[in-house]
């Protein structure tokens, strides 16, 4: 079961920092996660008693970071699986972002959390993301995560 000991166990994000709770779907090219995090008095991205509309890009990335995770056996390389070092991937830009609420913390369901992956290649993944409450989108955009920054030829 991909639940939250699963998914914290394969992103970096750990503790109260580990957002989502489980993954309800994935193939390769997208990933479905819900999360009651939103509520947690204690969620690290709380501000002044408000989480913030904008923590559901955080909420977004981490999917993609599971999505990695899930891919990873998949996509790993004869070198990777000899060193035993798999890929990181860092959110480097995000675009088209619309904002349809202002907080994430007064929705009373679980948050579903859908990234789908649009294109890209073993350096750079661009993604399309929405965070959603019983249908109603609350945020949507694109993001780009380039994977291994250190290794990206220049």
């Known amino acids: 079961m991909l639940n939250r000991t ?3 166990g394969h992103i970096p994000h750990q503790g109260q920092m580990c957002l989502l709770d489980e993954v309800v779907t994935w ?3 997208k990933i479905v996660c819900k999360a009651i995090s939103h509520h947690r008095h204690d969620n690290p991205l709380r501000a002044d008693g408000q989480l913030s509309i904008c923590a559901g890009i955080e909420y977004a990335a981490q999917a993609m970071a599971v999505h990695g995770a899930l891919l990873a ?3 790993t390389t004869v070198e990777q699986a000899v060193k035993n070092t798999p890929k990181q ?3 480097t830009s995000v675009r088209s972002v ?3 609420a202002t907080r994430l913390d007064n929705w009373p369901q679980a948050l579903v959390i859908q990234a789908d992956r649009l294109n890209g290649d073993e350096h750079l993944i661009l993604y399309q993301f929405s965070v959603q ?3 109603v989108c609350l945020i949507h955009g694109r993001a780009s995560v380039v994977m291994d920054a250190q290794r990206v030829p220049t």
């Open 89 to 91: 991937g860092y959110l």
């Open 73 to 75: 056996p998949l996509e």
């Open 6 to 8: 699963w998914i914290s």
């Open 27 to 29: 193939s390769p090219q």
């Open 98 to 100: 619309q904002l349809h």
């Open 133 to 135: 409450h019983d249908g």
